[in-house]
């Protein structure tokens, strides 16, 4: 049976969901995008994912498509109607239809796409054994802090790390400073067992997971840095993982084909995901 999504005040069967070919999300890749993740049939960290929501779209100046109440209230009938219990509620907004033209188009309504999906929880086999990421020059634009649906340069950091044998690709700046992944953000464990993980600015976009795990991780007394670290420090580092709201926490044991540390799951990246977990179920 074909998943219900909600585009533009119609619930209808995602595989008929259509949007005009002069929609400027297709025609611009002029809109922005959220997922929230969805916990026990519950949308976890809702308020967190809606504010970032707000702020891309005042960064973009694309006009609220409804209220937020409205929105969330759209949101939990397409979880219903897709009975969804864990899962990802995917949120996108664009300009709207307007004929073709770079300069905003004036009177023109934005366009509203809901859809939900049910996630696995990563395979038993990649929490056991952490996963393999490799660095690459970040090549996206400038404002990394905007949730943009234009991410042709994540897909293809994503995909040039897929032919590589990995799960995950890590984006380097010009200094060899790590940014993020090309859908997560990046952290490491130094040797003295000190978090790690680049404070919000322009270069990175500010995950929603992340910022639970911040605060996990200083409710459980460990210390954290909020700066940048390059591409030696995680080499060097004790443990590495990577967060994202599909992911959780996810040991990260190879770097460039590097071991790192032991080449094992560590326990802060484990204490840290079961803390987490408690919180988003919660």
Not at 192 to 217: D, F, K
Request: hydrophobic share 45%; aromatic share 6%; glycine share 8%.
């Amino acid at each position: 049976m074909s998943r219900i999504a909600y585009i533009n005040g119609r619930y209808v069967p995602q595989s008929r969901a259509q949007v005009a070919v002069e929609d400027r999300g297709y025609l611009f890749s002029d809109g922005v995008y959220d997922v929230i993740p969805v916990h026990n049939g519950h949308l976890s960290f809702a308020d967190r994912h809606l504010d970032r929501l707000d702020r891309s779209l005042a960064e973009l100046r694309i006009a609220r498509p409804m209220s937020r109440a409205a929105l969330l209230q759209v949101a939990r009938e397409v979880l219903r109607r897709n009975g969804i219990r864990n899962g990802g509620l995917y949120i996108q907004v664009t300009r709207g239809v307007a004929p073709r033209d770079h300069k905003f188009p004036k009177g023109v309504a934005p366009s509203l796409l809901i859809m939900a999906k049910r996630l696995k929880a990563p395979a038993p086999d990649l929490l056991a054994k952490g996963v393999a990421v490799v660095t690459m020059p970040d090549q996206r634009w400038a404002r990394r802090d905007i949730k943009s649906i234009s991410l042709v340069a994540n897909v293809l950091a994503k995909q040039a790390a897929v032919e590589q044998g990995a799960f995950e690709a890590w984006l380097v700046d010009h200094d060899d400073m790590v940014t993020e992944g090309s859908s997560t953000s990046a952290w490491i464990a130094t040797a003295q067992g000190e978090l790690v993980t680049r404070p919000n600015g322009t270069e990175i976009l500010p995950g929603i997971t992340r910022s639970v795990v911040v605060e996990v991780a200083r409710e459980l007394g460990l210390t954290l840095h909020l700066r940048a670290f390059s591409r030696a420090e995680a080499l060097a580092a004790r443990e590495a993982f990577l967060t994202s709201s599909s992911n959780f926490v996810l040991p990260i044991t190879r770097i460039d084909g590097k071991p790192v540390g032991d080449g094992k799951p560590g326990p802060i990246a484990t204490r840290l995901r079961a803390a987490y977990l408690t919180v988003a179920r919660s």
